[in-house]
């Protein structure tokens, strides 16, 4: 009796220590996938913004509208909203990325790339993709300079496109009396 008592203590201490083994490797599985995806993740990042840099100006047909509009935040900088709507296509599987020419610590903004990618088809929420970013700067916005670039990935009747867009905001002319521009 206390023999098979004892291989039955043996035995469960076994299966036990057998079950936290095997939950070990799992959660280190886990842990390597989302190292893994989010190492991925990055990547993609940094290779849109390389891209991104050596663009020097847009895609001569995009299939959506895309604009840039700039708010000066009084105390913090500029406040740059990248607008992407008005689809002239079922636009699916979208990432962008918005970046700038000025110094900055922060990352630019994105959709699709960290988080979950969107679509934009006419009738049918969302009906546009804002990407919002700040930059340092104190100022007048008329006299703010800034060229700002959008890459946009998707996939129109599943092939895989991506297009490129390019805007400088330029300081503001100034103007006399007369309405004649003052040569500065």
Not at 77 to 99: F, M, S
Not at 138 to 157: Q, R
Request: glycine residues 4%; aromatic residues 8%; proline residues 3%.
């Amino acid at each position: 009796m206390k023999r098979a008592s004892i291989v039955a203590i043996v035995i469960l201490l076994f299966c036990v220590g057998c079950t936290i083994i095997t939950s070990n490797k799992e959660d280190n599985n886990k842990d390597n996938n989302e190292v893994t995806k989010n190492e991925k993740e990055k990547n993609v990042y940094l290779d849109y913004v390389k891209e991104l840099n050596n663009v020097k100006e847009s895609d001569s047909e995009l299939p959506f509208d895309i604009s840039v509009n700039y708010n000066l935040i009084s105390g913090e900088g500029i406040r740059y909203e990248v607008t992407i709507d008005n689809p002239k296509e079922e636009i699916k599987d979208i990432e962008a990325l918005a970046i700038h020419n000025k110094q900055t610590d922060d990352v630019f903004p994105s959709i699709g790339i960290f988080d979950e990618k969107v679509n934009l088809i006419k009738g049918e929420k969302p009906e546009g993709v804002i990407l919002v970013g700040y930059i340092p700067y104190e100022g007048y916005l008329d006299d703010f300079e800034c060229e700002v670039k959008v890459l946009v990935k998707y996939k129109v009747n599943d092939i895989d496109k991506k297009s490129h867009y390019v805007t400088k905001k330029l300081k503001e002319p100034e103007y006399d009396n007369s309405g004649e521009e003052n040569e500065s």
